[in-house]
T-cell receptor
Framework: TQLLEQSPQFLSIQEGENLTVYCNSSSVFSSLQWYRQEPGEGPVLLVTVVTGGEVKKLKRLTFQFGDARKDSSLHITAAQPGDTGLYLCAGAASGGSYIPTFGRGTSLIVHP | DVKVTQSSRYLVKRTGEKVFLECVQDMDHENMFWYRQDPGLGLRLIYFSYDVKMKEKGDIPEGYSVSREKKERFSLILESASTNQTSMYLC?????????????FGSGTRLTVV
């Protein structure tokens, strides 16, 4: 059973477009992380959100944690080819678990 | 720069061989993890360790074993490699009481079993 559903699975857009990636669950998470993985490399942590309703910005990337801490979104403004990669969300369930659950990822391609 | 180092980027092994994948971290992290990543299946946890000489099975431990003799090193062992173990293997580490700070991953080992 996959606890974290990511959508869309694939996204192919032109440079300059905006996009949003979603990470949804029926479970409550104490924290949620977003990673970006480039081809042939390991995932790299982008951000952690811990408070319901929290919004964090990282340059052109905006991350939001749902009020109920069951979902999150990643919005990219004016996408660039360098944003190409696999975006993964991972959540640590409430209750003290230190084993995050990973979504299956959203594969993003930004064409010049 | 903190890092997790995996010993090989690419490996090709024959069916039935014993395969060792090594991972070393320099961040004094308590937790270490081995995942495999396959298209459409995402990251699946094989084994993890929260302390030296301690290990716990993840979601797909069959056909694998692990060793953690030192805090900084976590090894994944394929006792008898099979073609269905062809995959990308990722090692990761984290602090035990600061999970919110996430994992640090290695660059991965792409293993092909022929």
């Amino acid at each position: 059973t996959q606890l974290l559903e990511q959508s869309p699975q694939f996204l192919s857009i032109q440079e300059g477009e905006n996009l949003t990636v979603y990470c949804n669950s029926s479970s409550v998470f104490s924290s949620l992380q977003w990673y970006r993985q480039e081809p042939g490399e390991g995932p790299v942590l982008l951000v952690t959100v811990v408070t319901g309703g929290e919004v964090k910005k990282l340059k052109r990337l905006t991350f939001q944690f749902g009020d109920a801490r069951k979902d999150s979104s990643l919005h990219i403004t004016a996408a660039q080819p360098g944003d190409t990669g696999l975006y993964l969300c991972a959540g640590a369930a409430s209750g003290g678990s230190y084993i995050p659950t990973f979504g299956r990822g959203t594969s993003l391609i930004v064409h010049p | 720069d903190v890092k997790v180092t995996q010993s090989s980027r690419y490996l090709v092994k024959r069916t039935g061989e014993k395969v060792f994948l090594e991972c070393v971290q320099d961040m004094d992290h308590e937790n270490m993890f081995w995942y495999r990543q396959d298209p459409g299946l995402g990251l699946r946890l094989i084994y993890f360790s929260y302390d030296v000489k301690m290990k716990e099975k993840g979601d797909i431990p069959e056909g694998y074993s692990v060793s953690r003799e030192k805090k900084e090193r976590f090894s994944l062992i394929l006792e008898s490699a099979s073609t269905n173990q062809t995959s990308m293997y990722l090692c990761a580490s984290s602090f035990q009481d600061r999970v919110r700070y996430g994992y640090t991953f290695g660059s991965g080992t792409r293993l092909t079993v022929v």
